[in-house]
């Protein structure tokens, strides 16, 4: 029998702690959307306390409970598992400002997309397309679309607070999502009216999160594809907010030859993203979400600022600027400016 050198042995270890890593996951996955965590933040629980509340299998619950522990996703004394405040804040309750539970949910929605990106490569195939039926209103679509909104009401308001509005009087959301941008920046400035755009599915929800911080009545919202829409009047200012990666380069620059051609003269088109750097491997979440792009969209690619920038001023935009928001956020933003029609006295003059 042939032996095996203990530095082969610690080559293997190594790279079956990358490749075991999915256990993490699907164990995180497992105990909150069981509501795991929600019953253990009143305290630590035995096995059949936690079985009580939640129902299900025991023994496959046993099973991940233990393998929880095995993880240190969860502890264990005297046969009563606990978790640790950090995850009882961020996934076991939801009145914490630091829950997480939607962004989780969309994680977890993802992993069977993923699990298909070999094919991907092999074939060039999106297998688990987020919006395949042009409706947004899947599964993996639906759980994003509560994700971007827990997002924007934490660390994404900043577009709302940083960039001034004060000239702004409509505003048109271009793939809104849920809208929670706009509201805020509605609620922030007063003169704003604004027209929300998105498939059926995010329009559902914008409708409906707008009416619970009631805004709805300086909303107008529109279902339907932004690569189809005509507007029946000109905006002054058009917010494309992590719209781009999700049709790629192609995609994108028609779209921002739209979004000029439905502004006022002197107008300015807002590119709020989560950028990649030049070298296409940093940061760290923008360049996952280029990978996801690839399972989860037909021609999606996430974007570098410099290569956006191109993209707006062969549209027509001058001026670009690029407008970093606080470390927290991964988002940040481009504006653009369509050029004053001296003819039409400044303002107006759209191509509607």
Known sequence: MQTIALADIQKQVALLQIAERL????????????????????????????????????ESLRATLDAAVALKVLSRHNERYAASELLLDCLGREDSPAYLGEWVSFLHALMGPLSQLGDAVRTGSAPGA???????????????????????????????????FSQ???????????????????????????TLLDLPGPIAEARRLAAARKVEDRLE????????YTPSKAFDTVLVSNTLHMIGPAGSLELLR??????????RVIVQAQYLNDDRVS??????????????????RNHAISETKEWMEQAGFRNVQYVR??????????????PVNLETGGRGGSDL
């Open 283 to 300: 940061p760290r979440w923008p360049t996952l979400l280029n990978l996801i792009q690839r399972v989860a969209t037909p021609h999606g």
């Open 325 to 338: 928001f606080s470390v927290w956020n991964v988002c940040s933003c481009l504006i653009g400016e369509r």
């Open 221 to 228: 919202f529109v279902a339907a594809d932004a690569m189809c």
């Open 130 to 164: 987020l919006f395949e039926d042009m409706s947004g209103d899947n599964v993996p679509a639906k759980r994003m679309t509560a994700a971007m909104d827990a997002y924007a009401r934490s660390r994404g308001i900043e577009i709302a607070d940083r960039l001034d």
């Open 23 to 58: 256990f993490d996951s699907v164990t995180l996955f497992a105990l909150f959307e069981t509501g795991v965590f929600k019953v253990l933040s009143s305290g630590p629980k035995t096995l059949q306390q936690i079985q009580e509340k939640i129902a299900g299998n025991e």
């Open 168 to 194: 702004t009087r409509h505003l048109l959301d271009l793939g809104c999502g849920p809208g929670t941008y706009s509201i805020a920046i509605v609620q922030k400035n007063p003169q704003i009216s604004a």
């Open 258 to 267: 739209r979004c000029y051609h439905m502004l006022t003269s002197g107008g």
